[in-house]
């Protein structure tokens, strides 16, 4: 007979059921042998049933039967609702520094494409009979670039939005703003200073944050979209609304 | 019930009615998950809507590496500990609200039929929180210790220590009180 203690470990998984099949015969062979580990079978045993007795008590059925609704119009408020066209939520907390730059590269361009289609369909006229304040949320398909392709868009869009500021209307953003906290992602200074200098924070939620940027000419969002030919992977974002 | 997946790619097409199956699924567990954590039925709630929620909002959270179920009860978890770390100093600057309840106030206890049942409840309080986690997740939301170790982040093992210690700690408790 071998120390009964090396059989408590064993002796729980056993009652558990995790115990490997491999290692139930040497187990049960012992408990056949000693009086006191086949107590402390019956006593786990004991142990487990008394818990598993605890009934799992449920909420009000009015809370139960309100959940759902409850649930759905928070995420509502937050324009986070899930839509027809299968908008994502929100960029993973977990994206990595190179991702995070290429999803904010792709919003920049999205956004430069975006205002690029407002320019046009306000010269023709009818299509903006509606107020910008009013423009619905699209959501978009955009697929992301290798990372030499992400850094030249990045580049490009950078360099096209402080060549002319101000010729556009602002457009809003929303970022995972976590995403790109310093120190956790790729980010380099520059990159924060030019956050810093380019945005400003119009409104705040617990883990985004909106922001405006002010886009660039209609011929300069054509380059930077002809950048893109070559995508690689499917990123999904929701497309920026207009904000005045 | 379809799986998880099978209803999260209708979610994520806008499916009203796979949302509402989601969240029928899990609300009663998960709505038990906060009331272990703080003890009070209109809190649990609070804490279950928000759970679900936040679950919702940052789906791309759990992408690729677990299931919605134990990401659900990760944020869960998280929100609970996290209500209990704002409402703690209130509670200890007020003397009449920090007093034990009776047991017969105690949420849980409402609900046990069993006086074994009952002791348990509080015999598991006393467990350490590491080993009371394990425990109650093991054997009341009868999850597998893979699930149990993504949840409470730890490994598998680890999961089966800290079950085992605390199924120890219980049996030697229960024996104390004559229960086992």
Known sequence: MGSCENYRFMITEYVDGSLPYAAVGALEEHIRECAECRRAVEETRAVIDIVGSIDMPAASAEFENSLADRIFDSLKEKNMEPVESGRVYEFSSRTTGWKAIAALAAMLILAV???ATRHTRQQSGPALSESPKNAQTEDVKLEALTNDELSLALELALAQIEADPSQFENIELEIAWKDIV???TDMTSEDYSWLDETISR????DDSIFILLESVTEDEAENILDSMDDMEKELRTSAPRIVS | ???DSI????????DRGA????????QREIYFLALRFVKNPEDAEEITQQAFAKAFEKLSGFRGDASFKTWLYQVAMNQSRSFLRKRRPVLELNEEVAQKPAPEESPLGRFIKSEAALEAVELI???PEKQRNVVTLRILHELSYREIGKIVDCTEQTAKVNFHY???NLRKKMKKNGLV
Request: glycine share 12%.
């Open chain 1, 113 to 115: 494409g975006f205002i």
């Open chain 1, 182 to 184: 310093p120190g956790e």
């Open chain 1, 202 to 205: 119009t409104a705040a939620t």
């Open chain 2, 1 to 3: 019930m379809p799986e």
């Open chain 2, 7 to 14: 209803l999260l790619e209708k979610v994520e097409a806008g």
């Open chain 2, 19 to 26: 949302f509402d199956a989601l969240v029928h699924k899990y």
């Open chain 2, 125 to 127: 309080e006393e467990l």
């Open chain 2, 166 to 168: 605390g199924i120890e």
